[in-house]
Structures are given as C-alpha cells and as structure tokens.
C-alpha cells in the first residue's frame, strides 16, 4: 500500500473529509470535504484542533504514541495498548515479512468498524464471521498475551487471530475486550464489530484472562458498577456473562444507530499521558466550553468524587467521554466507564498518584480541594454528594461478598479508599 495514501472520513453516511499522512515528513494532513462545509450542518462535529475552513489543515504536533501523527479527532478511532497487540500479531501471521503498518493504514482496517460512528474509506476487506465462541476466544488470547508463558508451542491459526482482531481491536484500552452483539429476543450472540441494528443489545466486553493473580478483576469492575448504580451516577446497563467476564451496553450503538463519541483527549488533542494537561478541572472546562446541560456538569462532579473515594486513580482523560446528539448539534458527557479499582492488589505500590489532579494535587486530595473545585465550577451541594458517595462504602464489602471475590482482596481494595475530611 502507499505510504502517502489518503483515506476518506465518513460520518453518517457522508463524507465529511479526508486524511492524509507523510511517513517521511511525519506530517498528518485534514480536508474537509467542501460540500460538507456548505451544507452548515453537523458544524460541531470536531469543535477543537480541526478549523471549519476549506483548504488543507497540516498537523504536525501530535507525534507519539497517543496520536500516532493524526489528528487527534482521528487517532480516537484506533485502538490503545491491548488492541495495538492483536492487530500486530494478526497483521503480521497474515502478511508474512511485510513491512511495518502505518496508522493511516490500520484505519482502512478499522474501516466501519470503529468504535463510535466516523467510518474510514477504502475499507479493507475482511472475511465476515457469524458465531463467536468467548470460551476459544479467551484462551487464543492467553496465549497472544503470552499469559500462559506457551509460547514456543503455539500454533494459532491464522482464523483464530482474525475472529479476534475483528472484534478486539476496535476500542481503546489496556485491557482484554471484544465486541459482542446479543440479540434482543433470542439471546443469540453474534460479533460485534460491524452489527448495529435495534434488534441487539451491544456489548464491550472485558474478558477475564487467567492472569495468574488469584482474583478477578472483571468482578471487581462489575461491583463498582453496582456501587454507581446505587448513586445514580450514570453507566450503560452492565452484567458478568458467565459469571465472570464484565459486560456493558455500549452508548455508541443505541437505538439501532451509530453514536459520535469522542473522548476527551480526542475532542482536544490533550495528550492522556500528559500530566500538564490532565486535571479535572480541565474536563469541567471542557465541558462547560462544550455547553453541556448543567445536570451533566454534577454527574462529572459525582463521578470526580467517586472515583476518589473509591480508588480509581485511572482516571484519565480517555476514560472520559462526549457524545454528540445529531439532531441537536450538541454535545453531552458520556455515561461512566472503566469505572474500578485499576492496580493490581498483590504489587506493593509505594507511590500512586492519580492520573486527574484535583485542585493542583495527585495525592494527599481533603475535603478542602473538592469544595473548592466545588466552588469554582458552581457545583450545587458538594458536602452532600462527598456524603452520598461515602455512604456506600459498606456495600462494597456486601456486594463482593456475593460473588465470592475473595476476602483479601475485599480488604486490601478497602484500604486504599479515600474518606475525604
Ligand atoms: N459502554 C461503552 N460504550 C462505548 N464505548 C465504551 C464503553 N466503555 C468503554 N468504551 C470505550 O472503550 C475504551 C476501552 O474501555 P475501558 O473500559 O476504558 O477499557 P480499559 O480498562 O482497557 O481502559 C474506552 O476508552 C472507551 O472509549
Ligand atoms: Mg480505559
């Protein structure tokens, strides 16, 4: 494939640019398609970074890892550590001795099948799969990740790393997922990466891979998620599927339809690894500059609160989202996700600091420093929602006990929760 090829960005059935990327200059290119432009519809699309103008937008400031040279509204699309992984792995069982992908060259494998609803052109074509089998899907990855330290004697076919690679490299992350799409009334269970009709119910799955640590880190994902439920802080309906991997509705499929979703970093070019740029009160800027209905300003507030007290120090800026609603050109936070206790219990960290500050600080955060990110963000009743929040903490030891998540790792998540004084 050229190295200077040019994909077309479509968005709801239209194009609406193109991108462009020089592997020699490291330089990224952006056009808008000009029809798209005049139509005036849509404008708020891209709010950041990418300028509603006609001729060709160079971007040169988003090298590294987290952008890969895109811009950053099309970077969004492609996958993070886990993803990378598969993709590589399946790439390179299926092009034997090729050479190296460049990231313009894996969004024409992203295709229509990316998380949200930008869709990339050409679109390279991939034999579709109708059934899906988590069981085999969990152990072919074990072995990809190398957890089971087999390595030598794998022998994984071609077909095995393209069922996964087709459904598991879409969304970002650390963490194995896969894409899974049910089916309202007979529970069938198809791939998830290109089915997005109302007669499903569609799923990121975070599989639960033997890891060798004694626990499950999916169950623990799944009793935070009571636990936001018990404070109506607002997440996608989620559920263990065989007890033991965390499943949750995606909000970029709902009602038969594509949702454009882009996550903070995404919508702003913020760089998630960035500590200079990674504040909360940068995502309440973010919001509010973005016009979000003031209710969704509290939410961000309660989930800041939340995700203090109960840990969760992994935080950052693209574990948090916007989603546009076409009808009214507007944007609104995304429900929660990746909402857990995020390290791994058995590793002594001596220094963990949060991936958000809070009022200038990664540790040592009081009740003094949320009210006065309170203060600033006119957020109503801040001492009652530190209140609220707290208030379930017992129920973290009543739900875990129910599915039997072992009483050291009741105790040692425990400890790290924050009591705000
Ligand atoms: N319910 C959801 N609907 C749509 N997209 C989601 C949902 N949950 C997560 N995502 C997207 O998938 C990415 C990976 O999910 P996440 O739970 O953050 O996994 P990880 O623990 O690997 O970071 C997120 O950054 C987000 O963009
Ligand atoms: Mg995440």
Same mark, same amino acid.
């Given at each position: 494939m050229?190295? !200077?090829?040019i994909i077309e960005v479509q968005l709801f059935g239209q194009e609406i640019g193109k991108v462009g990327y020089d592997v020699d200059k490291r330089t990224s290119y952006f056009q808008?398609?000009?029809?798209?432009l005049e139509s005036n519809t849509y404008t708020k699309i891209f709010p950041y970074v990418i300028k509603r103008i006609k001729p060709v937008q160079v971007f040169t400031q988003y090298e590294g890892e987290t952008f890969r040279g895109l811009p950053p509204m099309i970077a969004d699309s492609l996958p993070d550590l886990f993803g990378n992984t598969i993709f590589k792995e399946w790439f390179e069982s299926s092009h034997q001795g090729s050479k190296k992908i460049t990231p313009l060259e894996q969004l024409t494998y992203v295709a229509n099948r990316g998380m949200?609803?930008?869709?990339?052109?050409?679109v390279q074509p991939i034999p579709k799969s109708t059934t899906i089998d988590i069981q085999e899907i969990v152990s072919v990855l074990e072995q990809v990740l190398d957890l089971k330290k087999q390595r030598s004697e794998k022998d994984l076919s071609e077909l095995a790393l393209l069922n996964i690679f087709k459904i598991g490299t879409s969304a970002g992350g650390v963490r194995p997922k896969i894409l899974i799409s049910e089916h309202k009334e007979n529970g069938n269970i198809i791939p998830g990466d290109l089915e997005y009709s109302g007669d499903y119910r569609h799923y990121l799955v975070?599989? !639960?891979?033997d890891e060798g640590i004694g626990y499950n880190r999916e169950k623990v994902e799944y009793v935070y998620y009571q636990l936001t439920q018990e404070l109506g802080i607002? =997440? =996608?309906?989620s559920k263990l599927i065989q007890g033991i991997h965390f499943a949750t509705e995606r909000y970029d499929r709902q009602q038969g339809e594509k949702k454009h979703v882009l996550t903070a970093s995404g919508l702003t070019g913020w760089d998630f690894k960035s500590v200079a740029e990674s504040s909360y009160e940068n995502v309440f800027r973010l919001a509010l500059d973005l016009r979000v209905p003031y209710k969704d300003i509290q939410e961000l507030y309660k989930r800041m609160i939340f995700n203090l007290v109960f840990g969760n120090v992994d935080d950052h800026l693209k574990n948090h989202s916007f989603i546009y609603n076409k009808e009214k050109n507007a944007w609104n936070l995304a429900p929660a996700y990746d909402i857990t206790y995020p390290l791994n219990i058995n590793l002594n960290f001596t220094k963990v600091t949060r991936a958000l500050s809070i009022n200038g600080k990664r540790d040592n955060i009081n009740l003094k420093?949320?009210?006065e990110v309170a203060e600033e963000f006119a957020i109503k009743n801040p001492k009652g929602i530190v209140k609220q929040v707290q208030s379930v903490i017992p129920q973290w030891r009543e739900y875990a006990i129910e599915i039997n998540i072992p009483e050291r790792v009741i105790v040692a998540i425990q400890e790290e929760f924050v009591l705000l004084k």
């Open positions: 050229a190295a !200077n090829l808008y398609h000009p029809e798209f949200g609803a930008l869709e990339y052109k050409p975070k599989l !639960n891979l607002q =997440m =996608m309906p420093d949320v009210l």
